[in-house]
Each structure stands twice: as C-alpha cells, then as structure tokens.
C-alpha cells in the first residue's frame, strides 16, 4: 500500500535528485536506502556465509580443539578420552623439540633464500628496466613462466633434475670432472632454495618491473642529467622509489615460507637425510594431525603458526612504513 | 618531453648517452657503470632466461623418451621418438584414471575460480558503491582473511568436513576454493578504477535497479578485473596440492596435482612410472603456459594492483 503511494509522491522528486546527499522527497531518498542496503546485503552475503563456513568456522574450530587432549582412561581399556587441557597444548607445542626445530629450519631457509630471490628479482627488473635491455616483453614471459606451473610440478621436475641417472645437470657435473650430491646433507637447503627460487623470481621481478615503471621518468632523467651512470640511478634512485614494493614481496614470501609444504615433503620422499618428516611447521603439523592423530596439539600447533603469520605481516608492514617515511 | 610522450625512445637515448660517454666528453660517469654495456645487460637476462625455460624444455625431452633413453641418453639429447606412444600409456593406463583426474582439475580450478570470482567482484563492488553499517569493520574481516595462511585452517576444516560428511567428496575443494578473501580486496579496487559513480547514476535515473545495475553495468565494466582474479583463484586452485592431500582419499576424486603425487612416490621402487610422471605433469602444464601467455594483460593487471600500491 505504501509503495504506490511514495512512487506518485517520489518520481519526479527522484529522477531529479537519485542522490541522497540531496533531499528529495523523503519517501524517495529513503526507498533508495533502502534498495541500496538491499542491494549491498544480496552482494555481500553469499561471500560472508561462505567465508564463515570454511574461513571462520575452522578457526573457532580450532580454538577449542586446541584446549583439549586425549588422555588414555584407566588402565589402557576403553580407548581414549578427550579432557580439558587449557593452554596445554600451546604449552606442549612451544616446548617440542621438534617443532622448535621446523622454525628454525625455516629460519636458515629464509635467510639463504630472501635474499637472493628478492635480490635476483630486483637486478633482473632493473636490468630489464633499464635502457639497454632489448627484447624486454620476451624475457619478462620467460622470467616468470615458473609461476605458471603449479608447485608440485616444478618440485616434480626439479627433484629430477637433481636425480642422478636422470638429471642432464648432474651428467654435466660429471662430465666436467666434477660431483654433487643434491640430496646430502648440507647441501639440500641449496636444492630446495634454488627449487623455491626458480618458481618465484621471475614473479616478483614483474611485480618490481612494475613499480619501476611507475618511477616518474623525470626524476631519471634528471639524475642522468646530474651525470649519474647507470648503475647509481639504479641504485640510488629507482630502488628506493619502489622500496615498499620490495617491502612487500618480503613480506608475502615471509608468509609464504612459514607454509611450506610441497617442497619438503617430497624432497623428504626421495629420502634427503636432513630433510625429516616434521621438518617445517606445516609437515609437524601434518604429521601431529594424520600419523599421530594428536588433534590437540596440531590445532594449538596450527594456531601458532597463524599468529606468526599475522604478526610478520603486521612487523613487515610497519618497518616498511618507517622505511618510506625516511627515505 | 619527447621522452615523456614517447617512453618507447627510452632504450635509443640511454645507449646514446653511454655512447657519448665512452667517447666523446668522457665526462664523470659513475664507476662500474662501464660493466653495464648492452652485451653484459641481455647477457645476464638470456642467461636467467635459460634458467627458467631449461627445466621445463628437459620435461618436453623427456617426455618424448622411452624407458629406456629417459636413462642412457643424456638428458637434453633426443632419444627414440616415443611421445605418442607415452601419451596413449598415460591416458590408458588403470582405465584412463588420469583423464579424469584432468576433468577434476578443471572442475575444481575453472569452475570453482569462474563463481568464486563472480562472488569477489559482487562483494567487493558493494564495499566500492554502498555505505551500510560495519562497512569498514567487515572490509577490516577480509584483509584479516587475507593474513590467515591459507595451509593453517586445513586441519581444522578437515575435522569439520568429517563431520559434515563432505570429506572426500568434491565439495571438501570446491567450497574452500569458493572463498578468496584478497580477490574482494582485489575487486573493490578494480570497481573503485572500472565503475564510475556517474554512470550508475545514470542507471538509476533511467529506473534501473540496484542489482540490475550490478548486472548490465557494473559487472561488464569489471570483466578485466573478473578476469585477473579469476586468473588469482585459478592458479591458487591449481596449485592446492596440500588441500587435496588433506581432504581426499578416493583417487577417483584427485585433481592431476594429487594424482602426479601418488604416481611420483611410487617411482624409486617401480621406475616404470617415471613415464607416467613426465608425461603427465608436462600435459597437465601445457594447457596453463598457453593460458597464461595468452592472458598476459590480465595478470599483468592484478599483480600491479596488488603490489604496488
């Protein structure tokens, strides 16, 4: 009954202001609210349901697992059951020897393998970006063609390469009088930082070929004018102009590395010694949940892991912040 | 000014000025810029170049090898033709398995990333286009979704898909691959770029409403930005190799990640399937080079609206 009534009242005060900031007639303006908040509500809710269902919903899953743990009743008899263990098993987490380990595993991974991933990438934007680089579209497609190809398939293909019998690079090796073994010891941190670094160079120098590209030409110019070479506009001019797109790729690799799963996993199928299987925290996680079944403790495991996620994105942000601001 | 209008000149007057450099003034040039002449610069590129196609080229050889030659033949020379051959063992071998492990992929990376992107751009071009209460909160929700590694909640969401029952059924990857919390940061952007105010005004004088403005205006002018993350999704979807492992046990309901996996770890002790393997991964890669070389611009799009900013 209301709705006729406000469309003789409201459209020509309506066609004329559809704004609301203008008032029209007040029937109008707020039937347009109305079908906007309508509107944004059918927008919006498939993406929140499904977020709550499989974002949320874990989450908060999680939580709770996490302050419970199995106890074994009695004597052995009647299985297990599930008591209230508090902050157990964050304590239990914290205090294992082998997840401990993972971090630290993953702590020598990034500091080998930051640098030169990001340091590749950057030379390599510069490098195209610069005015003597011919054939700038082509290496750009080559350079981040790795990226096209999924993580399992790219560890596939690496790990043999790094197969002896199979691997041209190892018959290379030989064939120079040398040896190698990509899965020894001390060496598989190379293989497995040069796997993850074929994969995500070429990327990141795209997005750092970008930034530059935003660098206003004039600022170059004006520097080669001043008779800065090459080299030091390079450095002392481009680099800083895209430093919080460096920022970023640090960061998203950050949290890329804590998650690291593939890689290990199947470097530690083809039986690397040093390459065990609770290696990162996401193969600790893997194994406390499917071969141990401790669902406590790879709940409060998981939940530790997301917390350092968030807090290095948090830290990478704000130094970076910092970083621009003095620059 | 020139340069300004035409950043294509670019490459002709920086070689000019090295060349004046050298010869002419020989005025102060910084040192060890001498290093950067143009044979050293694509030098240096071809060079990284050839790392990063090389591999992929030995997967081509490869797999055109047999057995046999896959191990006595070095691994850039050509043996015995043997592609078809490996081809027809791949798609026959136990009843075709690996056919529909591709059909599975495309099921879970293109079908899931065409409506998870769809569910992307309506969410974030609601956050561009309406004020409702929470906005900002909410918008707050999905950079907060965007932190949370994605591998983390993996565990959790399998004890919960065992209780829902959908463990091991399609669903247990397609409703996880539905949701992409930095694609809706992704569209808002897009949709604050793409969608201009005016023109929905216009709409809605016109007496469109809200939704049918979303559908015949805004989401056509948000295709390229539909495109790029949907080209996001696809590729993280693709690459869910951990999910799958999780969340599937019937090899039946594999996606061609998961199913290289199981073949791989059989290959030390039966190296017969080291055929399988090459064949199929280079397969499973082709389809994704000829896509991403042919959406260049769309990648292009998203990695600059997500990192640089």
Redesign the interface.
């Known amino acids: 009954m209301a709705a006729p009534l406000a469309r003789t009242a409201g459209p020509p005060a309506g066609r004329r202001t559809p704004d609301r900031r203008v008032p029209g007639g007040p029937g109008a303006a707020t039937r347009a609210a109305r079908g906007r908040r309508r509107a944004a509500a059918v927008l919006i809710t498939p993406f929140f349901a499904l977020f709550a269902v499989v974002m949320i919903a874990p989450i908060g899953y999680a939580l709770w697992m996490s302050l419970f743990q199995e106890r074994s009743s009695g004597l052995g008899f009647g299985g297990t059951r599930r008591v209230f263990a508090g902050l157990g098993n964050y304590t239990a987490a914290l205090s294992d020897a082998g997840f401990r380990a993972s971090f630290a595993h993953i702590a020598l991974y990034c500091a080998l393998y930051i640098p030169v991933m990001t340091g590749g990438s950057l030379a390599l934007a510069l490098l195209v970006d610069s005015a003597l680089a011919r054939a700038k579209r082509f290496f750009q497609l080559a350079l981040f063609l790795p990226h096209a190809i999924p993580g399992l398939i790219a560890s596939i293909i690496w790990i043999y390469l790094y197969t002896p019998g199979l691997s041209p690079v190892l018959d290379g090796i030989q064939a120079a009088g040398g040896s190698w073994d990509f899965y020894a010891g001390d060496h598989v941190l190379l293989s497995l930082v040069n796997l993850s670094a074929w994969q995500w160079t070429g990327y990141n120098m795209v997005i750092f070929y970008a930034a530059l590209q935003a660098v206003p030409r004039e600022v170059i110019e004006a520097a080669v004018v001043d008779g800065a070479g090459a080299l030091r506009t390079a450095i002392q001019i481009k680099v800083p102009m895209i430093a919080s797109a460096v920022v970023m790729t640090v960061l998203f690799t950050c949290v890329g590395a804590i998650q690291i799963f593939t890689e290990p996993k199947l470097l530690n199928q083809r039986g690397a010694p040093s390459i065990d299987t609770a290696w990162s925290p996401t193969l600790f996680i893997w194994k406390a949940g499917f071969v141990q079944h401790d669902y406590g403790l790879a709940a409060a495991a998981s939940l530790l892991l997301a917390a350092l996620g968030i807090a290095l994105s948090f830290l990478v942000t704000r130094l970076g912040n910092r970083w621009k601001a003095a620059a | 000014m020139t ?2 209008t035409h ?1 294509t000149d ?2 002709a ?3 000019a ?2 060349g004046d ?1 050298a010869t002419a003034t020989g ?7 001498g ?4 044979a050293v ?2 030098g ?2 071809a060079v ?2 050839c ?3 090389l ?2 080229s ?2 081509l050889i ?1 797999a055109t090898k047999n057995h046999r030659d ?2 006595a033949t ?3 020379a050509l043996g015995d033709m043997n592609l078809l051959a490996n081809l027809r063992h791949l798609f026959t071998f136990d009843d075709g398995i690996f056919l529909r492990w591709l059909g599975n992929s495309v099921l879970y990376s293109v079908v899931g990333s065409a409506l998870s992107s769809l ?2 751009v ?2 974030g ?3 561009d286009k ?3 209460r929470g906005k900002e909160k ?1 918008f707050g ?2 950079l ?2 965007v ?7 993996q ?6 898909a065992t209780k829902a029952g959908v463990v091991n059924t399609y669903w247990a990857l397609l ?2 691959a ?2 992409n ?1 930095f694609g ?1 940061y992704l569209a808002r952007v897009f949709s604050e770029g793409y969608v201009p105010n005016e023109v929905l ?1 216009a709409a ?2 016109d007496g469109a ?3 049918g403005a ?1 559908a015949r205006i805004g989401l056509p002018m948000l295709a390229p930005g539909f495109m790029t993350i949907f080209l996001f999704s696809f ?1 993280a979807s ?2 869910n ?2 999910g799958a492992l ?1 969340m599937l046990n019937d090899d039946h309901l594999y996606p061609v ?1 998961l199913g ?2 199981m073949w ?2 059989v290959t ?1 002790q039966q190296p017969e399937y ?1 055929a399988l ?2 064949t199929g ?1 280079l397969v ?2 082709l389809p ?2 000829a ?3 042919c959406l ?1 611009r769309f990648w ?1 799009s998203g ?2 609206a997500g ?3």
Not at chain 2, 27 to 33: E, H, K, L, N, T
Not at chain 2, 155 to 160: A, F, N
């Open positions: 340069t300004l950043p670019a490459p007057h920086g070689s000025t090295e450099g005025r102060r040039r910084a040192p060890g810029s290093l950067l002449s143009k610069v694509n240096i590129l990284a170049a790392y990063t196609l591999p992929v030995w997967l490869a896959l191990f070095s691994g850039f569910i992307c309506a969410t071009y609601a956050f309406y004020d409702f909410l929700l999905v907060g979704g932190l949370v590694p994605s591998t983390v909640i565990l959790p969401m399998y004890l919960l409703l996880p539905l949701v919390p809706v005004e809605r004088v409403g809200e939704l979303f590729t693709w690459n190799f951990f999780v990640n290289l996996f791989n770890s030390q080291y393997v090459i991964s499973a890669v994704l080079i896509a991403f070389v260049q292009r990695l600059t990192a640089v900013k």
